[in-house]
């Protein structure tokens, strides 16, 4: 089996899960695949000393960061993030600057993109990071193209990440890649999390990315929109729910949320839609039907449209058994 070595970047104020998540997926998709050197790991700090992360937590580095390319480069090179990347060392941005392109994977985990980008790594390449961190990257590096809402970006031999589980998610669609779909799935489920968080999934939910009305009855309209996706959810319904004008209602919800009422619908009915398709066997023209749409085709223009691909090859690749009928 082809190795593929893993060489993770360790600094003062990393984030421990940034290193840990996609460390033990690595780890455990060379066991699930029966070869355990398919990912040789290892970790490196600049002088090789131990480090503490953000939470306090000591690591002690395999090597330094010069001996770890002493005989090559390795095939992935993962950058994590953490609160020393707000001021890194200059020589961690050196060598990441002489280094960095020789790996033949290029991979950062939640704010790492920041260190990438200082090294000039990033630019003209699309990426993410940590929602919080999105735009002093864009304004920082604007040759970059930020793209803040996917919990991962995969661009040619470079992936970014979002914030510390999503460099989970990064690192299973690594695996997949590698060594297929079976493995990455084993691995999930060893870990206890999911095989089916597609990189352009927002890194929150529409409740969670839309803020909560102030007002009881805007709020209480979010509610039932997110329970019942399937019900008349034109703004004049609303509106009469909310005892306003449609005009007013609409006014209203924008400034309390900052989305329209129609673009929330819209995200509540998506997400219903997938997780239907990940979670259950229900066919694709119930999926519809209970996420508000109708009828397959209006949910498969929608799927198209926000996430490029159809609810049947969502499914596929999405849900971890075989295809219900539909």
Request: glycine share 8%; proline share 8%.
């Amino acid at each position: 089996m082809t190795q593929r070595p893993v060489l993770v970047v360790l600094f003062d104020g990393v984030q421990s899960l940034d290193v840990t998540g996609p460390f033990e997926v690595f780890a455990g998709a060379a066991r699930a695949a029966g070869d355990p050197a398919a990912y040789p790991l290892r970790t490196a700090s600049l002088d090789g000393g131990p480090v503490r992360t953000q939470s306090g937590l000591r690591l002690l580095p395999d090597t330094t960061l010069a001996e770890a390319v002493a005989d090559g480069p390795p095939h992935t090179l993962l950058v994590p993030g953490g609160e020393g990347t707000r001021a890194p060392e200059p020589a961690l941005i050196a060598w990441l600057r002489d280094h960095a392109p020789h790996a033949e994977r290029l991979v950062s985990v939640c704010t790492g993109a920041l260190l990438l980008a200082e090294a000039g790594l990033l630019d003209g390449h699309r990426v993410t990071t940590h929602w919080l961190a999105c735009d002093h990257l864009a304004r920082r590096h604007p040759a970059v193209r930020v793209e803040p809402e996917p919990i991962f970006v995969r661009d040619g031999r470079l992936s970014t990440s979002a914030g510390v589980t999503a460099g989970i998610d990064l690192a299973l669609a690594l695996v997949e890649e590698d060594l297929g779909r079976d493995v990455a799935l084993t691995v999930a489920r060893h870990l206890v999390v999911f095989l089916r968080r597609p990189g352009n999934q927002a890194q929150f939910s529409a409740q969670l990315s839309a803020q909560t009305a102030r007002r009881e009855p805007l709020r209480d309209l979010q509610q039932l929109i997110t329970e019942h996706p399937a019900a008349d959810l034109s703004v004049e319904a609303l509106a009469a729910r909310a005892g306003l004008s449609p005009r007013h209602f609409a006014r209203a919800f924008q400034a309390e949320t900052g989305t329209t009422p129609g673009r929330y619908v819209d995200r509540v009915r998506l997400e219903h839609a997938r997780r239907l398709l990940e979670e259950s066997t229900r066919g694709v023209e119930e999926v519809a039907r209970a996420s508000g749409y109708g009828t397959p085709e209006a949910m498969r223009r929608a799927f198209v449209k926000a996430l490029a691909t159809t609810p049947a090859e969502y499914r596929r690749r999405f849900h971890p058994g075989p295809p219900p009928s539909s």
